[in-house]
């Protein structure tokens, strides 16, 4: 009977004989907590094929997701911050500089570049949320700046995609100062008649919510995205009522007028395109 029975008790493979999985292979849906494997994820646009909850995700997969073929041009690319005011909290400014563009592989909070879109012209600047928190600093908004000049020179249409913590404590003034900056870039735009579309994603807080965000000839998010100007928090502290069902989502902010639609980043290519074609025309 011994066919059935174990003779040898414990594992017996060598050290050396051991196959791991690859790092990266298998992700878990913040929502639902189920396994999602890379391959899967990256096909589904990055948002979970079983609570249909969309992971953030950086300028990387966004260029990847609405550039036909992945295939575009970079702008700005070298711009990186300074230390205007010698800026140290628990480390100096200069070197959590340093240390954030070694482990992201990003030069600032935001990559811009141009290509197309179902055949469609488009310049897009995208926010990273890894980098200190998506912070809205002064080569956020330079970029942001030089890309829509690049739209005004070019006449091509500009897309914004929003995912930020607010300004950079770190720049101070400086950086609240790119809120008027951007929104006067904006409205050039809208002088020269070429569409500006804003996208919000998943966080879209503080003065970037309160400035170019909220400009767009249509805004647009994606569901369950969180967009705010101050954290639910903070608000209920300071107002010392309990806040409403699902405030500050995506939804919620549509149904006070804020947001023009709510799109899944699975259809966002097709939305989009039929959109520039419709202005186009």
Same mark, same amino acid.
């Given at each position: 009977m011994a066919w059935f029975k174990r003779e040898k008790k414990g594992i017996s493979t060598l050290t050396e004989e051991k196959k791991e999985a690859p790092d990266g292979l298998w992700n878990k849906c913040p929502n639902c907590k189920k396994a999602l494997h890379s391959a899967d994820l990256i096909e589904n646009? %990055?948002?979970?094929? %079983?609570?249909?909850?969309?992971?953030?995700? *950086?300028?990387?997969?966004? +260029?990847?997701?609405? +550039?036909?073929?992945?295939? +575009?041009t970079e702008l700005f690319g070298n711009l990186t911050s300074g230390d205007p005011l010698n800026f140290t909290d628990s480390k100096p %400014?200069?070197?959590?500089?340093?240390?954030?563009?070694?482990?992201?592989?990003?030069?600032?909070? $935001?990559?811009? *570049?141009?290509?197309? $879109?179902?055949g469609e012209d488009l310049v897009i600047a995208c926010m990273d949320f890894n980098f200190i928190g998506g912070s809205m600093g002064s080569v956020v908004g330079e970029k942001i700046a030089r890309s829509i000049d690049y739209s005004i020179k070019h006449k091509i249409p500009f897309l914004m995609i929003s995912k930020s913590g607010g300004a950079r404590m770190m720049e101070a003034a400086f950086s609240l100062m790119q809120m008027a900056k951007t929104s006067a870039k904006l409205a050039l735009l809208s002088q020269a008649k070429i569409p500006y579309i804003s996208l919000l994603t998943d966080p879209t807080t503080g003065g970037v919510t309160a400035s170019y965000a909220m400009l767009g000839d249509i805004n647009i998010a994606e569901p369950g995205a969180l967009i705010g100007f101050a954290?639910?928090?903070? $608000?209920?502290e300071t107002i010392k009522k309990d806040l409403p069902k699902g405030f500050q989502t995506a939804e919620f902010v549509q149904e006070h007028g804020f947001l023009d639609f709510i799109v899944d980043r699975r259809a966002m290519k097709a939305k989009l395109a039929t959109f520039l074609k419709m202005v186009k025309n």
């Open positions: 646009k %990055y948002v979970c094929h %079983y609570c249909d909850y969309h992971l953030r995700v *950086g300028s990387k997969e966004y +260029f990847q997701v609405l +550039f036909d073929n992945n295939e +575009f %400014y200069t070197e959590r500089l340093v240390d954030t563009m070694s482990k992201t592989g990003l030069r600032d909070a $935001i990559r811009a *570049g141009v290509g197309k $879109i179902d954290g639910p928090r903070v $608000i209920k």
